[in-house]
């Protein structure tokens, strides 16, 4: 278990204005955000983030989405960052989030689900370097 966790605000929340909001709710719950930037992945950067996803069958679709507009990525400090962040986002499908969740809020689908959260604290450090040098990290 580590403190830290990786965020994205994905295409569809940056598309409908929800960036402020969602970045609102992270600061209530008690997160620090140690880096953060935004930006617009090509196709082959959201191909290699995803890449673990690869031979699954929304591989494809999943790239297409997230290189359709910018993104927010961020990293989260908090004490048991990556499983509080889970609760804070919800679940993938909006329908079944729970109320208070950012999912709940903001998503529309599974596939426009508004935000990524890391699923372990080894994504979650591999994630973040994706993104940020230790430089740009606060």
């Given amino acids: 278990m580590t403190n830290r966790t990786f965020t994205m605000i994905k295409p569809d929340a940056t598309e409908k204005g929800h960036t402020g909001?969602?970045?609102?709710?992270?600061n209530e719950a008690g997160f620090r955000i140690v880096a953060m930037k935004m930006t617009h992945l090509s196709k082959e950067k959201a191909g290699q983030f995803y890449e673990v996803h690869k031979e699954r069958p929304f591989y494809g679709e999943l790239v297409?989405?997230?290189?359709?507009?910018?993104?927010?990525?961020?990293?989260l400090e908090k004490e048991n960052a990556?499983?509080?962040?889970?609760?804070?986002?919800?679940?993938?499908?909006?329908?079944?989030?729970?109320?208070g969740t950012i999912r709940k809020k903001y998503a529309?689908?599974?596939?426009?689900?508004?935000?990524?959260?890391?699923?372990?604290?080894?994504?979650?450090?591999?994630e973040g370097a994706f993104f940020f040098s230790r430089l740009e990290q606060f």
């Fill in 82 to 99: 990556v499983e509080e962040f889970r609760k804070l986002i919800g679940a993938t499908n909006p329908a079944q989030a729970a109320e």
């Fill in 108 to 126: 529309s689908s599974i596939g426009e689900n508004a935000v990524h959260g890391s699923d372990s604290d080894e994504n979650a450090a591999i």
């Fill in 21 to 26: 909001g969602i970045l609102q709710m992270i």
């Fill in 64 to 75: 297409e989405f997230m290189s359709r507009g910018p993104i927010t990525a961020a990293i």
